[in-house]
């Protein structure tokens, strides 16, 4: 079995530094604010995005021929983190634009198609989504149920997909659809659908337990037209699309993961020191200690493990790299907000308390991109194959 090189250096760039010193400033002093309030309202932060798009921040992975940063896969985890330290919800409305709508489209989108849709989502004038899961194909996209047919020099898209980040306020969203129902996973086309197709309708938005100032809502497509070169690659290349776009993708929920788990552990080392008990602060007892230092550790294992694996995206490995960094960082974030919880105690169920909202966040981190029992089978496939 090959093996990716273990001489890589971690070293960021000046560049790379500056930009992380300069995000994390713009999540405190504009991301922030009205953070808890944005929670309770369900509220989509378009402000904020708006000015996000204007620092580059949500064409991050966009070439530059397009208006993109053109920035590498570590970069773009770094500005993730920061992002996901201050706001989940934020941060993967952020991922999902990036990873899951750009990138495919300026990794497999024709010539036209990129010239007329990837400048407007680079500077965050429009933001994006994805459209693979369905009521009943999530885990297992060769149950779809999506179909497009081919109309002349045009498309027509016909179905619904479930759980869609953004739907309702992004303008563009790369779709999967079955075009050969003989071919099996080589009959999947993936297409770009703009929201003001005729024919496309956003579903009333999903009360979730976490990320509510996230907007997810299902789609419904009843003859949705679109022309023919928003076909992405060829037809029967969608299944291999999606598939190396949730392997890029699963980068951003690691480093999500990962600023989650970080804001966590800062939370239960201020908490600890400041909160009394037996005449001491908390952090004084052992048991507390034990706990922060295994959160710092697990940290430490998961941000470098998302490094690694965002050095080696282009690689032979990169898809089970990704894998291991979403499944590791994804549990590691959920143990530490557990005990980030218990170190807050009673005060930690309550909701005036940031850790509250962490804990409802970051649940859905070892679910979405691909449940952690999937990415144990992904790994387990690339490890075990002859």
Known sequence: ?????????????????????????????????????????????????????????????????????????????????????????????????????????DRFGSEPLKREVLPALASGQEIGGFGLTEPGAGSDPGAMRTTAVQDGDQWVLNGEKAWITNAGVGKYFVVLAVTDASAGSKGISAFVVPSDAEGFVVGTAEEKMGLRSSRTAPLYFTNVRVPGHYLLAEEGAGFRIAMATLDHSRLGIAAQAVGIHRRALELAVDYARERQQFGVPIAKHQAIQFKIATMANELEAARL?????????????????????????????????WESLQVHGGNGFCEDYEIARLYRDVRVTTIYEGTSEMQRMVIARHLLRG
């Open 1 to 105: 079995m090959s093996q990716p090189s273990p001489s890589l250096s971690f070293n960021l760039s000046e560049d790379q530094q500056i930009l992380t010193q300069e995000i994390r400033r713009f999540a405190e002093e504009r991301i922030r604010p009205g953070v808890a309030e944005r929670d309770k309202a369900h509220a989509f932060p378009s402000e904020v995005l708006a000015e996000m798009g204007e620092l580059g921040l949500l064409g991050m992975l966009v070439d530059e021929d397009y208006d993109g940063a053109g920035m590498d896969s570590l970069t773009y985890c770094l500005a993730i983190e920061e992002v996901a330290a201050v706001c989940a919800a934020t941060a993967v409305t952020m991922s999902v634009t990036n990873s899951v709508c750009c990138w495919p489209i």
């Open 305 to 337: 493990l998302t490094y690694y694996a965002a050095l080696q995206d282009d690689g032979k490995q990169a898809g089970r790299l990704a894998s291991q960094a979403k499944l590791y960082a994804s549990e590691a974030a959920n143990r530490a907000c």
